[in-house]
């Protein structure tokens, strides 16, 4: 289950996967399975590109001029599982790639209204928030299941502003 | 008191101090610098310039010279110019060292990244952004 969940958006249909170097069994095989999996929404279509764009813009090194690290594969896979791991009806945030290589999910209502979460290599996530006269961050532990806190400073973020919970 | 650029002056709090963006640390929709702008790099420590007297074009001069003219520099899309003070607010330090000229340093950052975090949010949200022109 947890790797089917990892290898959804990466094979979804729609995205361009060459099935030029694949064996017949194998390109039977993948034919099938994209008949299985629905397509993406228009919401997950555009967070995997803004994710792909964010990941291509720090594909090399020192890519800031800073000296900032590169988002390897295994942290764009991370954050393709955070991404994966949002409930509908949250508001598409802001991808980008952080100066250490990690990758950077942004939502902004307002200059002191912010959440912010970064996705790294490893089983956790980091977030920071600004709501009005109150902040907050931390660092959760993150699997395939979006952390209880992220998820209650993201309503704390937009409540009244149109979020489902 | 005037800058001068021969010798190390400590940072009053109402000085300004610009962050050079790359072109992932700013919105151009909501007109705000991300506070990605402000996270501190592999050495520990946030790269800013010291502005006061200096027009836009002046900085433009700075930035093609010193940071996209540098080893491996990057293109300078904009400035995320905030006070001194809010540095000092969000619990760091500016720490001068007029290495380019007018260049100091953002210190103090703390290990936990989801504090590293907070800090740039503030720093971020008290910052204003200027895209430079023709882009």
């Known amino acids: 289950m947890i790797a089917e969940l990892s290898l959804r958006p990466a094979f979804a249909p729609g995205t361009c996967h060459s099935t030029r170097s694949m064996s017949p069994d194998v390109l039977r095989r993948y034919n099938e399975w994209c008949q299985l999996t629905p397509p993406l929404s228009h919401q997950e279509a555009e967070a995997a590109a ?3 764009a964010a990941c291509a813009e720090a594909a ?15 942290v764009k ?15 598409l945030p802001t991808i980008a790639a952080d100066p250490d290589g990690e990758v950077d999910f942004e939502w ?3 200059p002191r209204q912010v959440f912010s979460v970064s996705v790294g290599g490893r089983y956790e996530v980091a977030y920071a928030g600004i709501f009005g ?3 907050t961050h931390g660092t959760e532990f993150f699997m395939d299941e979006l952390p209880a806190t992220v998820m209650e400073n993201l309503r704390r973020l937009y409540s009244g502003h149109g979020v489902a919970g | 008191m005037a800058w001068r650029a021969d010798r190390l002056e400590p940072v009053t709090p109402d000085e300004h101090l610009a962050c050079l963006t790359h072109t992932n640390q ?5 007109v705000r610098v991300s506070a990605r702008a402000f996270l501190p790099g592999r ?22 010279e010193h940071v996209a003219g540098a080893p491996d520099g990057r293109p300078v899309v904009g400035t995320g110019t905030l ?9 760091l330090r500016v720490d001068p060292d007029n290495d380019p000229p007018r260049h100091a340093a953002i210190v103090d950052w703390p290990a936990d990244k989801g504090d590293r975090k907070l800090r740039a949010l503030k720093l971020a949200a008290a910052a204003r952004l200027t895209i430079r022109p023709g882009l």
């Open chain 1, 50 to 52: 803004a994710l792909k």
């Open chain 1, 60 to 74: 090399t090194d020192n890519w800031d001029g800073y000296g900032a690290e590169v988002v390897t594969y295994g």
């Open chain 1, 77 to 91: 896979l991370r954050a393709q599982e955070f991404l994966d791991a949002l409930p509908a009806g949250v508001p």
């Open chain 1, 108 to 110: 902004y209502v307002g």
């Open chain 1, 133 to 135: 006269a109150n902040t």
């Open chain 2, 26 to 30: 700013f919105r151009r929709v909501e």
């Open chain 2, 43 to 64: 050495d520990g420590t946030t790269s800013v310039f010291r502005v006061d007297d200096l027009t836009n074009d002046q900085i433009w001069q700075l930035a093609d």
């Open chain 2, 83 to 91: 006070l001194a003070e809010s540095v000092t607010e969000a619990g």
